[in-house]
């Protein structure tokens, strides 16, 4: 089956009409919908476009859109996890090392303290406070 312009525009339109706002994810779903729809040798385009759509799942198509979002903001928060302590540990480090230093009069104490508290006050807690705050309020 070979689709038109005007098909496609039909196509695109009336995945727009089911609530799907992405832009990215929109593009993606015509696609997808045109690709299995050139797979199939039926000639009525209503009959197979809706044929192809019923093999999408049993739901509307906004919850592909849901579920995109979903994933979209695990894998912020995973990243941010990851940042927060890889952040903690550094600051950590540093601040131990900078105290042994210090105690030990050896030089580079001061600039190994001043970052470790730095990297704790401006990188590690903020993050912290963010994800602390995230879960309160969901």
Known sequence: MELTEEQ???????????G???TELADSLVDHVCCAMEHHSDDDFQEVYHKVLDDFGDGPLHRIQ???M?????????TMKKTMY???YIALMLTTTGLLFK???WPGASVMLVLGIAMLNFG????????RYRQ???
């Open 8 to 18: 496609i525009a039909f196509i695109r339109m009336d995945i727009q009409s089911r």
């Open 20 to 22: 799907i706002t992405m």
């Open 66 to 68: 849901q579920e995109t």
């Open 70 to 78: 979903l994933l979209l903001i695990l894998k912020r928060e995973a």
């Open 86 to 88: 890889v952040l903690g």
């Open 103 to 105: 105690i030990m009069h």
């Open 124 to 131: 590690f807690l903020p993050i912290y406070f963010i994800g």
């Open 136 to 138: 309160a309020t969901v």
